[in-house]
């Protein structure tokens, strides 16, 4: 488990996160969320509770919801609504001074009514210092929408405030591994990025691996061993209808999608060896893009699209290579330890986040591209398969606790984190969707 | 749980040296895993069996036959070792590992009906993709043994479940060991 030394306002912040400690609830739902860190530079920010108009839905409150995103996000430290000296709803009935006495910096108002079967929320962000509005708007959502709602709202915030859109409304893939009836199960599960609202896509007594969204969010391709030995599914999430794109002898693995939807990245070793090919979906059409007699694999496009990363132990171990385009000679990006793999880079092209081994341990490091520095961002000893949120600004990779495999989110610097263990088993394999509008 | 390849092997030796004398009096052999060109056992020979040193006597066999049948007796307790055994991030096979591989190809190349699957595993350390790789990697390390040794191409088909099929569950060192492994299945 992630620990730090914690200076003493921020054990007041730990208790208020620890309070967020939950039981995901729903059938289907598997994950806990357990938030284990703060950012050191978090903002104070205060959720006000939504003011109610009408037939609101019991259940998920929206600015609860809100108050959890940003806080999970390790940039914000919201206040509790106890500590709040009143619970404005609209701009005339906010006290910046009462705000800043609590040391507020950001204050969000807002109230639901309802629309026939829809909620409708207006809300408005104000920084506190400044006395002024910084954000006003109204968005609707079912009534049996509280979270997407409420998620939604986050990412506005986050945006205005930060500059960067948020992924709060994002989803996560993954793959949970219990036992039922003496066997293995294994399987693919899709939810929100704080582990609620999990639904299971896939089961399968065998492996399921390799989760790759498709950059709309609407597909995921991915690896299962359903028929004995490895093969490539495509997956539509809304009509739950497969197709199986590769089914090569040997090795079928590691899909990874192009910027437009077209083609996958996939390794295959149907000529003898574990390759990178590029296979057009419409006419199945394959490119071969590494040659060696060493393991290639793990391939990801780059943030220019054209470019690829991707593992190759031609140097004696596994090391991180970039490929600038098809058939270029590739370029070793690792150098720092004898064990880095599989790469992930992010959003803005200056960061490429991989699994990192030092001593015996193995942890998630990154490269900044720009200069080579490399920065361990992880502690704890068995860290595997980084995903990068779409917006650059949190990882999530999974990790050993207490024998199982959880998910952990930190922030890309390392810093504020929360875990997704199942309630059960294994959860592992993090795949963070794109944004989609 | 690994038993000691020395004492596995002595006591199939043993047991073997019974299986051969038995066979001695025409009859067809077992399961059929002896190719025709096995040269048979003369009557006349006697098993000594329990504990007794040396097991087989000979007195009527000629000694090329006693070497033959001791050969195959032996080669067939090998047969019975059907797991090998790697070090991290490595496909190397081991040198303990070459007779009873040596032994494997031999049946195979004997037995040319007989088809076996490979299937290489790795340890949880590392990521899973590389992992299936260097499972497979190791597959075809041992495929490939088997094909310089007598067996043909096609009677080997090879898998790789990466870290996805612990022999052992656990995170220590000598869970690990166990973990990375090439199993001979027979059909």
Not at chain 1, 5 to 11: D, E, L, V
Not at chain 1, 215 to 220: N, V
Not at chain 2, 34 to 40: L, N, Q, T
Request: with cysteine; net charge negative; proline share 4%.
């Amino acid at each position: 488990m992630t620990k730090r030394i914690w200076t003493t306002s921020h054990k007041a912040v730990a208790a208020a996160l620890a309070a967020l400690i939950m039981l995901a609830t729903g059938a289907r739902a598997e994950l806990l969320i357990r938030i284990t860190e703060g950012a050191d530079a978090a903002l104070p920010i205060s959720v006000v509770p939504f003011a109610e108009n009408g037939s609101i839905p019991p259940g998920d409150k929206v600015a609860n919801i809100v108050r959890d995103d940003l806080a999970m996000s390790g940039e914000f430290r919201p206040l509790s609504p106890e500590k709040m000296l009143s619970l404005p709803s609209r701009r005339e009935e906010v006290y910046f001074r009462d705000w800043r006495m609590l040391g507020q910096r950001y204050v969000l108002v807002g109230e639901l009514s309802r629309n026939g079967d829809r909620v409708v929320a207006r809300y408005e962000l104000f920084d506190v210092n400044q006395e002024k509005r910084i954000l006003g708007e109204t968005a609707a959502a079912s009534v049996n929408s509280m979270r997407t709602l409420g998620h939604h709202i986050s990412d506005k915030v986050y945006e205005a405030i930060t500059g960067v859109p948020g992924a709060f409304s994002t989803k996560l893939a993954y793959i949970t591994l219990d036992t039922f009836n003496g066997k293995p199960r294994y399987r693919l599960q899709v939810s929100d990025v704080d582990g609620k609202r999990a639904k299971i896509r896939l089961e399968s007594q065998e492996p399921i691996l390799s989760p790759a969204w498709s950059p709309d969010g609407k597909r995921l391709a991915y690896v299962s061993f359903e028929t004995g030995k490895p093969a490539i599914y495509i997956h539509e999430l809304s009509s739950g209808q497969r197709t199986k794109v590769a089914d090569f002898k040997g090795l079928n693995s590691a899909p990874a999608w192009s910027e437009d939807g077209r083609s996958l990245l996939m390794t295959l070793s149907k000529d003898g060896n574990a390759e990178i090919y590029r296979m057009e979906l419409a006419s199945r059409q394959l490119t071969k893009l590494t040659n060696h007699w060493a393991i290639d694999t793990e391939a990801t496009y780059d943030h220019s699209g054209d470019g690829i990363f991707f593992t190759s132990d031609r140097s004696g171990g596994p090391q991180i290579y970039h490929m600038k385009s098809p058939g270029a000679e590739p370029r070793r990006i690792t150098f720092g330890s004898r064990y880095n793999a599989r790469p992930r880079p992010d959003n803005t092209g200056d960061y490429v986040y991989y699994v990192h081994q030092r001593n015996s341990a193995f942890h998630i490091a990154r490269t900044n591209l720009n200069n080579g520095e490399e920065t361990v961002l992880t502690r704890t000893e068995s860290d595997e398969s980084p995903s990068v949120s779409p917006n650059g600004r949190m990882l999530i990779y999974a990790t050993k606790q207490g024998g199982d495999s959880v998910l952990t989110v930190i922030s890309a610097d390392g810093g504020a984190a929360y875990s997704l263990p199942a309630s059960e088993g294994d959860v592992r394999e993090p795949a963070w969707g794109p944004i989609v509008n | 749980m690994k038993l000691s390849m020395h004492s596995k092997v002595l006591a199939m030796l043993l047991s073997a040296g019974l299986f051969a004398g038995c066979s001695s009096t025409g009859e067809t052999v077992g399961d059929g895993s002896y190719d025709s060109d096995v040269a048979p056992v003369d009557d006349g020979s006697t098993v000594y069996g329990g504990d007794d040193e040396g097991g087989v006597s000979s007195s009527a066999l000629t000694e090329e036959e006693r070497m033959a049948a001791e050969e195959r007796a032996k080669m067939e307790a090998l047969r019975d070792i059907t797991t090998f055994y790697f070090d991290f991030d490595t496909a190397e096979i081991k040198p303990e590992a070459r007779d009873v591989l040596v032994a494997h190809a031999q049946y195979l190349a004997n037995n040319p009906g007989q088809n076996v699957r490979l299937e290489g595993h790795a340890d949880e350390r590392g990521t899973k993709e590389y992992n299936l790789a260097l499972g497979e990697r190791r597959a075809n390390a041992v495929q490939r043994f088997l094909i310089v040794n007598g067996a043909s191409r096609g009677q080997i088909e090879t898998v790789s479940y990466g870290e996805e099929k612990p022999a052992v569950m656990g995170s220590s060192e000598s869970a690990w060991a166990q973990n990375r492994r090439v199993e001979l299945v027979f059909d």
